[in-house]
């Protein structure tokens, strides 16, 4: 009787044991979880960390650090592999960004496109409701060395289009849904093209005062994959 009773009560505490491992496991989990969401942000939610940012974009990127973290895999190897699927720039960390880079640019090697925008942000200044309609250009320009293949433009917004001019080709003027599929533009080495934004002030999405709108440009670039270009208006009467 004694001896049934001393199993049973190894067994409860080894019940036990298991179930606070598990407990302190997932409570690491969490910790972890919560500290390198801090350290993100989706590249379309540019105000906000990626613990604070629910979209469809953040649920993805969250869902594979997740699945990371439950295969074991180190904090900072995550950093790298989020910085490999969704760009460097999704991390806000600067130190973790450039170690991150460092890592990527070993593994590139000397052979890779780079897309560079100028300026780095559009901004039309004041611009008076009343024009209906403005447009400007960014120059998307190749710092690399191969080919830069662009193979999507999309926009933040309804009430902005873009259209790629490379050479003779032009695109037609792109919105929220992105360019049709199958679609690519290139850019030689040292060569650029005119990306035109065009702003619709009448859409009932753009409203009075200074508004902030992002144009998303996929490439084979890989340390910026989607480059994201801020769009910024003053719209008064």
Request: aromatic share 8%; hydrophobic share 40%; proline share 3%.
């Amino acid at each position: 009787m004694k001896f049934s009773q001393t199993i049973n009560s190894m067994f409860l505490c080894l019940l036990s044991l298991i179930f606070l491992s598990q407990l302190v496991f997932a409570q690491n989990i969490d910790a972890q979880k919560s500290d390198i969401y801090s350290k993100l942000r989706d590249r379309r939610c540019t105000e906000m960390s990626l613990d604070k940012c629910d979209c469809p974009a953040a649920k993805e990127m969250k869902a594979y650090i997740d699945a990371l973290l439950e295969v074991g895999v180190a904090k900072e190897d995550i950093f790298y592999k989020v910085a490999k699927k969704f760009s460097p720039q999704v991390i806000l960390d600067e130190r973790i960004k450039a170690e991150a880079e460092q890592r990527l640019i070993k593994e590139i090697g000397d052979k890779r496109s780079q897309i560079i925008s100028e300026p780095a942000a559009l901004n039309f200044g004041k611009v008076s409701k009343k024009q209906a309609k403005v447009n400007k250009a960014f120059k998307l320009y190749n710092k690399g060395n191969v080919d830069l293949v662009i193979t999507n433009i999309r926009v933040s917004c309804g009430c902005v289009t873009v259209s790629l001019r490379v050479d003779k080709n032009k695109s037609p003027f792109y919105g929220v849904a992105g360019a049709n599929p199958g679609w690519q533009a290139v850019i030689e080495p040292g060569k650029f093209g005119e990306l035109e934004v065009a702003l619709d002030l009448n859409h009932s999405s753009m409203g009075m005062g200074k508004q902030i709108r992002n144009v998303f440009v996929s490439n084979n670039d890989p340390l910026n994959p989607e480059a994201s270009l801020k769009v910024e208006i003053e719209v008064i009467e």
